[in-house]
């Protein structure tokens, strides 16, 4: 049995390092071609970011490896054996909490590299050292606080029910529901700082859109996120009257009022169809699957670990096995995402009123410029890694003309020359 686990682990690494290697070989040939969407310069400079975002993941995914293997072979018999309480709930926060201290250090050397070499070279990174050593900090506290209690929940719940898995899914679940909503007001109190929308023209605009779909906020505000990054971006979050929109300050100063309505027109349509709540059920069918598969695991693998089936040991392994579900279930939620963005894209562009879809394409486009996202994938990447639709078929539904598209890029064979 622990040699099919360590298999599947192994499977599912390569071939998500598979993934990034033709995704590196595609793009790699592609920005030889001719720009698409983008000025020469930017079609180049978004081709190089996108090929160095995946050498950093086929790194991450190699140390990610070698760590699991030394968790599975030494590693959390070394963490029990590293704490002694008498207290069986302090002893099961103490080893699983230890094992996420342990993860987190091991993944700094990434965070820094990603943020002070790969975002500081493309222009990126607005953040100081001083700003990114206290956001890890408030992260690493807060992990330590609402993790303790999440594990004490898990525990309380091995302990007490016979169908513990089925709880335990449950629990989870409303936790994940309760992340939702509280997250921009944990956000706005730790990281950024939102102030309400004071162009009040937009923000007439906005109301005037949201009460066409229904959609009851707390208020429109405008996040200080350039203090950290120059990407654009926007969200909708928490639930009931407690949403808020939250808009990057990025995003107003890149769009225009009419492109902005475009915008935020397509996330109202993810609101009036329900997409918040069909994703939030996909990630439950997911943590179901998890949960049923590790409450149910036979007693020869703990005896081949050379572990016992305290709470923590089975909460440790099944978040190392996370990640492999969750590949696993990305090209469904992928195709699922990837049709929901299409309908979203409709409605934004009836929202923003006469000529709304070519708002919404020159926003799309601005998007692409801003955040150097290379407009060209290989199919088998997006098939496990895009949430979204490639951004020239999002164009194409919008009525846009890719007549004079050079494809020369996206023939031939790939090289994957890393």
């Known amino acids: ?54 050498k950093m993941s086929i790194a991450s995914s190699f140390v990610d490896y070698i760590i699991f293997i ?154 200080d996120a350039s203090k950290r990054d120059a990407r654009l971006n926007a969200y909708f979050g928490g639930f009931g009257k407690a949403k808020r929109v939250v808009l990057f300050d990025t995003l107003i100063e890149k769009l225009s009022t009419r492109e902005l309505l475009a915008v935020l027109g397509h996330e109202l349509g993810h609101f009036a169809h329900g997409d918040i709540y069909k994703n939030i059920a996909l990630v439950g069918v997911m943590l179901l699957a998890m949960f049923g598969i590790f409450g149910n695991l036979p007693d020869s693998l703990y005896l081949e ?32 995402s990837r049709h929901n963005e299409y309908a979203a894209d409709k409605m934004g562009s009836e929202l923003a009123g006469v000529g709304g879809e070519i708002e919404l394409a020159n926003a799309l486009k601005k998007l692409v410029t801003e955040n150097k996202s290379f407009p060209l994938s290989h199919p088998l990447y997006i098939f496990f890694h895009y949430t979204h639709p490639p951004v020239l078929e999002r164009l194409k539904e919008l009525g846009v003309d890719l007549e004079n598209i050079d494809k020369s890029a996206l023939e031939g064979t790939c090289q994957a020359n890393i």
Request: proline share 2%.
């Open 70 to 223: 030394l968790w599975i072979d030494l590693g959390i018999k070394l963490l029990e054996n590293s704490f002694i309480f008498e207290n069986e709930a302090i002893m099961n926060i103490a080893v699983v909490m230890g094992f996420l201290v342990i993860n987190s250090i091991i993944s700094l050397p990434f965070s820094y590299y990603e943020k002070f070499v790969l975002d500081e070279k493309f222009g990126f990174n607005k953040s100081s050292m001083g700003q990114w050593i206290k956001d890890t900090l408030i992260s690493f506290v807060m992990t330590l606080v609402f993790g303790s209690l999440v594990v004490w929940g898990i525990y309380f719940i091995i302990s007490t029910f016979t169908l513990w898995w089925l709880w335990s899914f449950v629990f989870i679940f409303a936790v994940v529901i309760l992340i939702n909503m509280l997250y921009p007001a944990f956000r706005a109190m730790f990281f950024d700082k939102l102030t309400p929308l004071k162009d009040e023209n937009l923000d007439h605009e906005i109301k005037a859109l949201m009460d066409k779909t229904g959609f009851v906020s707390s208020g429109v505000f405008v996040s």
């Open 305 to 336: 670990l050379g572990l016992s089936q305290a709470p923590y040991v089975v909460m440790i392994l099944l978040m190392l096995f996370m990640p492999v579900l969750g590949f696993l279930m990305m090209p469904i939620m992928g195709i699922v």
């Open 1 to 54: 049995m622990l040699m099919t686990i360590v298999a599947i682990y192994t499977l599912f690494v390569l071939v998500n390092m598979y993934t990034s290697v033709m995704q590196i070989g595609y793009v790699n040939q592609a920005k030889r071609g001719k720009a698409v969407l983008l000025s020469d310069s930017e079609f180049v400079k978004a081709g190089d970011y996108s090929v160095a975002k995946e």
